[in-house]
């Protein structure tokens, strides 16, 4: 996809990963819709980037109706959606028992499975919707590209995970049916499988701490830098062969059990 002059959306857009995808989209010439609960933080990206570039949404990416009104109003002001990236969530770490015997809290699963699965699969579906009246576009006759926000964790969770990396395997399993899905509407659909990212929640750390999470990874070792992964999601949304695909970011990283 030509990527100029386009229309993205993307979730978690005011801090992090999300936050990195933004600043390398709007490099690249396209107008960005954040969907986000943070409205102070929305408001001060809005006034340094350019409302004629960005706009911000407080959305609940749980809720049908903050999604679906959401969309409406970036379609309304931009005129259509081209891009969809879904980078909101959240990452608790808890254990299914803990060290009493005591069992998770299950409202402590479902939450997480709520935000980073079910919210991205409601964001993408309202997405797709509004894609799917656009107008085939160049050489693959493509009309819109979704890219979702998957874990390293999916593959390989380590203890005190298994609601994320439940979440996040979620997302490789419905990476390739929803691509099949919207095929015949000339929608990609891929995620973007992150390790471990200088993310500023992580660089807030302590220093060992930060060093011990970059002991497993092989090369660079350091920290993924979150422009990088801006810059996968802008190549994924311009390369128009890359459809059905999890691609993994994380400098050769298997995670260990903990």
Not at 185 to 204: D, E, F, K, Q
Request: proline residues 4%; negative net charge; aromatic residues 4%.
């Amino acid at each position: 996809m030509n990527i100029e002059n386009k229309i993205a959306i993307v979730t978690g857009g005011c801090s992090g990963l999300g936050n990195a995808t933004v600043h390398s989209l709007i490099a690249k010439g396209v107008k960005v819709a954040i969907l986000d609960i943070n409205e102070e933080q929305g408001a001060a990206i809005v006034n340094e980037l350019g409302s004629d570039k960005v706009m911000f949404e407080q959305v609940d990416v749980r809720s049908a109706q903050s999604v679906e009104d959401a969309v409406a109003r970036v379609v309304e002001k931009f005129g259509a959606v081209h891009i969809c990236v879904n980078c909101a969530g959240i990452g608790p770490a808890k254990r299914t028992l803990d060290r009493e015997g005591n069992a998770m809290p299950l409202e402590n699963f479902s939450n997480v499975i709520e935000i980073n699965l079910i919210g991205t699969f409601n964001v993408a579906r309202v997405a797709a919707s509004a894609m799917a009246k656009n107008e085939p576009m160049g050489e693959a006759l493509e009309r819109g590209v979704i890219i979702n926000t998957a874990s390293v964790a999916g593959f390989e969770g380590q203890v005190g995970q298994a609601g994320y990396a439940a979440s996040k395997g979620g997302i490789l399993a419905l990476n390739l049916p929803m691509a099949r899905d919207l095929a015949p509407l000339g929608i990609r659909v891929n995620a973007i499988a992150p390790g471990t990212m200088g993310t500023p929640m992580l660089l807030n750390m302590p220093q060992n701490v930060q060093d011990g999470l970059v002991n497993d990874i092989q090369f660079p070792k350091r920290l993924g830098h979150p422009s990088e992964y801006g810059s996968l999601a802008v190549h994924m949304v311009e390369n128009a062969y890359i459809n059905g695909e999890t691609i993994r970011i994380d400098g050769a990283l298997r995670m260990k059990a903990k």
